[in-house]
């Protein structure tokens, strides 16, 4: 039963919980529970630089995200007689545990798998919802940072042409170079657009939260 990973969810052993995950779901391969910690257990240990559980927690995050959002029961209670999901620490309603296994995956896309494009849909998702994340700051950094780093082979591009359109031998050349400059800026905009947007969504939520977020609105201020 789920009794025999309780000391490892405790300690955040995570081979240990992956481990005893797959031997429960070997037998009750429908046990929703069990997949939440397998799925928390990568974005815990990614926080301390080890990435190497990333596949497996995004796997099961995924599985269990499939249970969960599809109405599967979990069977579980408080003490008030409300239903919750997932095992131990890792207990909590239903609405709560998809949205962390959702900020689990998008995070261990992102930083543990360096799938920026992969993780961007998960982060607005996370963004358009009513949980905590909707006023996370840091997912706003990140998506900003994102449309920075995407933009900047196009501010390249844009120099580029420009320095072909200075030695251009006809004005027939010229005129198409400047077309062609004119679609590049205006892709720029549009990616500066995003990020501006993401920032100071980033930048207000920062301010919400107090001197602890301090650091963080200087930086995405800067």
């Known amino acids: 039963g789920n009794s025999a990973v309780g000391c490892y969810l405790t300690a955040d052993n995570a081979d ?8 429960i779901l070997a037998q ?12 928390m257990i990568g974005l815990v240990k ?11 927690s995004i796997r099961f995050a995924q599985m269990a995200l499939t249970d969960l959002e599809g109405g599967k029961p979990c069977n579980r209670k408080d ?5 919750t999901c997932g095992v131990l620490k890792w207990e909590m309603p239903r609405a709560d545990v998809i949205n962390e296994l959702t900020y ?4 261990l896309k992102y930083y543990a798998k360096g799938d920026k494009k992969g993780a961007l849909p998960t982060y ?5 919802g009513t949980s905590k994340y909707k006023e996370e ?7 900003g940072a994102y449309y920075i780093e995407e933009s900047s082979p196009i501010r390249k591009e844009i120099v580029a042409l420009i320095e072909k359109q200075k030695i251009a031998a006809t004005d027939e050349e010229k005129l198409k170079l400047e077309d062609e400059i004119k679609a590049k800026v205006a892709l720029l905009n549009g990616y500066n657009e995003r990020a501006l947007d993401a920032f100071g969504r980033a930048y207000k939520f920062a301010e919400k939260k107090g001197a602890a977020e301090a650091a963080l609105k200087a930086e995405t201020y800067k």
């Not at 391969?29 to 910690?37: E, F, G, H, L, S």
């Not at 689990?104 to 995070?107: H, P, Q």
């Open 28 to 39: 009750q391969p429908d046990n929703v529970n069990i997949k939440v910690p397998m799925g």
């Open 124 to 128: 607005y998702k996370l963004s358009q």
């Open 104 to 107: 689990a995956t998008a995070y």
């Open 46 to 56: 990614s926080y301390a630089k080890e990435n190497k559980y990333a596949d497996d």
């Open 79 to 83: 003490k008030a007689g409300n239903e």
């Open 16 to 23: 240990e919980i992956l481990a005893a995950g797959k031997l």
């Open 137 to 143: 700051p840091r997912i706003y950094a990140t998506m």
